[in-house]
């Protein structure tokens, strides 16, 4: 038996940061994984998922020292968008530059950002790792939380937090329900270098089977998060390389030219859902373990960390005014504040993809004519930017 202020259940990129931001307010912290993180991995190729961070989220790894190390290992910012509608001429272009801002944010491999804050974990001498380890129960009760460890090992701790990814055994385990659907759309990812630089800029076409996203990496090079119906995500897998590279350049409009090379593909089937509730006795659920949204906006991960920087104001709170970092009342406030943040979003992304995700004439009208005026009206796109740049960062 080990004795923990806090366990959290999950040590990928949200688990990670909430782990290092508690350790660094002085909480006790057992950091539990199925698997060890990856940290070394070959130096060609780039990770074949990556996200798209907000400034916000740099900010947060910043606060943490773990943003030099990512930014040493490898990052790309991009400095614009253009969004373009396969259903007519509908299309907007957003500019840091016309806001004043050096980049809109920054595309990092997962593998990367992971790195980024193990490195950070391992120095922090009140976190003890756990991995590979899968928890096989779990008990809590008005003192606190009990998780047991395949290999025996028993932790207690104050409060259980639950960043253990989409298919979270926390949340099962603690009978808590999802609302939510599978989009039956599946992204096929992967890395291309298209003969012509991307301009720093973050691409996505819409078409009426889903959008397709060009990301922005080093030297040329290009993440693609296409999502399409699963036939033909299949289809897009089993194909040979180059023709591959045609479908994808013909899907794109060639804006980049032709595709050069294609690195390994993978395919993620995509789903919504919100937790039914973000707590429990002793409990709380952060990252893909409470919500799970459409990578069309790229804001999965990012509000993720978003629920981890309310969660840390909490616990920062608890302690200086010497209370129970797993009470009732932290446990409410931290409900309340990420689903009234959450919600909207997850909504949002919703509707776009339902809007998006369609051939209707009606609906193509629309949001071409959407995109058009939206993208004449420059006070208007400034404002979206902004909103985009500065959401969560206290600005
Ligand atoms: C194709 C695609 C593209 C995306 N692009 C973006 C993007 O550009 N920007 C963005 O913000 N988001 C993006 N996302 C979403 C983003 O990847 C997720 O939101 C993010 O990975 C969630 O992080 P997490 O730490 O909550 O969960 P995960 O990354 O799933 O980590 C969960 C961790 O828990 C561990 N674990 C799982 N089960 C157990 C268990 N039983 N016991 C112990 N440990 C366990 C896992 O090993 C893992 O380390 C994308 C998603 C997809 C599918």
């Given at each position: 038996m080990k004795t923990f202020d806090i366990i959290v259940a999950g040590a990928g990129m949200v688990g990670a940061t909430q782990a290092l931001a508690a350790a660094r307010q002085g909480w006790s912290v057992a950091l539990v994984d199925a698997r060890a993180p990856q940290l070394e991995w070959p130096a060609e190729g780039y990770d074949i998922r990556v996200s798209a961070l907000t400034r916000a989220s740099q900010r947060l790894f910043q606060e943490l020292g773990a943003w030099e190390a990512m930014a040493a290992e490898r990052i790309s910012p991009y400095r614009e968008m253009f969004v373009w509608d396969a259903g007519g001429r509908g299309h907007i272009h957003f500019d840091s530059a016309e806001v004043?801002?050096?980049?809109?944010g920054h595309i990092v491999e997962n593998r990367v950002i992971v790195k980024g804050l193990h490195v950070q974990v391992a120095k922090q001498a009140n976190i003890e790792t756990f991995w590979p380890a899968r928890p096989v129960a779990m008990q809590r009760d008005a003192n606190g939380a009990e998780l047991t460890l395949e290999d025996g090992t028993t932790l207690t701790g104050r409060l259980l937090i639950g960043?253990?990814?989409?298919?979270s055994w926390v949340r099962e385990t603690a009978s808590i329900p999802i609302t939510g659907w599978d989009y039956d759309q599946t992204a096929v990812v992967t890395v291309v270098r298209p003969r012509?630089?991307?301009?720093e800029t973050a691409w996505q076409r819409f078409l009426p089977t889903g959008p397709l996203a060009f990301l922005p990496l080093t030297e040329g090079y290009c993440s693609i998060v296409w999502s399409t119906a699963p036939e033909q995500a299949e289809r897009l897998l089993g194909m040979a390389e180059d023709r591959f590279a045609r479908e994808l350049e013909s899907a794109f409009e060639s804006r980049l030219g032709p595709i050069d090379e294609v690195g390994p593909r993978a395919a993620f089937p995509l789903r919504f859902f919100e937790t039914r509730?973000?707590?429990?006795t002793r409990l709380a659920l952060a990252g893909d373990a409470a919500h799970t949204i459409h990578p069309l906006a790229g804001q999965g991960v990012n509000l993720g960390l978003a629920d981890v920087r309310t969660l840390t104001r909490l616990l920062h709170d608890a302690r200086t005014r010497r209370r129970?970092?797993?009470g009732e009342t932290l446990l409410r406030r931290y409900q309340r504040e990420r689903r009234s943040e959450n919600r909207p979003m997850l909504v949002a992304m919703d509707t776009f993809k339902e809007l998006f995700s369609n051939d209707q004439p009606v609906l193509a009208w629309l949001r071409n004519t959407g995109l058009n005026i939206t993208d004449r009206l420059t006070p208007v796109k400034n404002r979206i930017l902004r909103e985009v740049l500065y959401a969560g960062t206290g600005n």
């Open positions: 004043g801002e050096p980049d809109i960043t253990d990814g989409g298919r012509q630089f991307h301009r509730r973000y707590v429990d129970d970092p797993g």
